[in-house]
């Protein structure tokens, strides 16, 4: 309960026990009573004209600002001073109060803006803005009311938040909100300047619809390129698939290649083996049948040595020299080597074997079967 309100209670009460008691004063007087209660009851009915008075000038001049607002004095109607929270003695019939709200203001505007291709919108945005207290008596003087300062900030925010929308498409405002609400703010910022006798404390977009038909039409090409995105990565993803199946075949048809290679080398090593083994084998029988066998190193062109059985035919009957023949010929048939058969040499007067020398190393010994 405030001071004006309890003094206001008293001189009240006051006033009424002064006019009681002063009433029944007199009214005794006129019964007959003595002319010292007539005294005394024009002294109560004047005192209570004087409680009366004070309950009129007093209690009404005491005036309270609470936290959150900022008062205006106004002598005889011109702004003079101002008061913040607090209780404060002006002359209610002099000074006037104008309470301003000091506490941040939200003020939600909603509003049709054009985009830079004609695009129609209804925008929805918030402004909070607090009022300079220290300015009081100049949005006093300048704007009178509160509601006429509102008024003026709502006109500049629709102002300024359409011209900074006309400057961008309809996609480029989709794409982007996030950074021309910061924009629009900047914009209102820098026109509610301290003409206005605000602090903008925020501009936030909190909303943005276009016509249906073009949020439909932006519906469909967001799921085309949605389309188009999984075609790529599906794309993307086969090229992939089938690079990486490539890529396993050829180390595969290499790990073939290679396999092959060896079993090749392999079975070019058991011919070579099996020919030597023949050749050494054609020797010995030659040796068996008495025939005078003879070898000798020769080197070929390439650098290559090689073993040369000379088989000396002298003193052996035809059966005996047509039966080593018929041995040596079935050797070269039997041979199966690289196409690179021994040289064998068949004459009236002998037959000669040449083996290539095999690996350093290795001793060659006709007369040991292989």
Known sequence: MTIGVILGILFVLLCAGSFVAGGLSIRSRIKGGA????????????????FFVLFLLIPFSFRTVDAGEVAVVKHMGEATRIRTAGTYFDFWITEKYEIYDAKVQNMDITASAYSKDAQTMDIAMTV???????????????????????????SISVEKAKS?????????????????SPEVEEAIKSSVDENYY????????????????????????????????KAEYEKETAIVNAEKELEVAKLNAEARIESAKA????????????????????????????FTVTESTITAEDGTPSVEYTIDFEGKTAEEVALITEYLKYIEYLAKWDGKLPSTVITD???????PLPDSGTETNPDTTT
């Not at 002319?35 to 004087?50: D, E, P, Q, Y």
């Not at 909070?128 to 009311?145: M, R, S, V």
């Not at 007067?349 to 083996?355: Q, R, Y």
Request: glycine share 4%.
């Open 35 to 50: 002319a010292a209660l007539k005294v005394r009851g024009i002294i109560l009915m004047a005192a209570g004209t004087v």
């Open 128 to 154: 909070q803005y607090q009022i300079d207290t220290t300015k009081a008596i100049e949005i006093a003087n300048h704007y009178g009311t509160l509601d006429t300062l509102a008024n003026r900030i709502l």
């Open 164 to 180: 900074t929308l006309s400057a961008y498409s309809a996609m480029t405002i989709i794409e982007t909100r996030a950074t021309i």
């Open 198 to 229: 605000v602090n903008i404390e925020a501009v936030v977009l909190t909303n943005i619809d276009f016509s249906d038909a073009f949020e439909q039409t932006v519906e469909d090409k967001m799921i085309a390129e949605q389309e188009k995105l």
């Open 263 to 290: 079993d090749a080398q392999a079975q070019i090593e058991i011919a070579q083996a099996e020919a030597r083994s023949i050749r050494l084998k054609s020797v010995e029988v030659a040796r068996a049948l008495g």
């Open 349 to 355: 007067g002998g037959a000669s074997v040449i083996l």
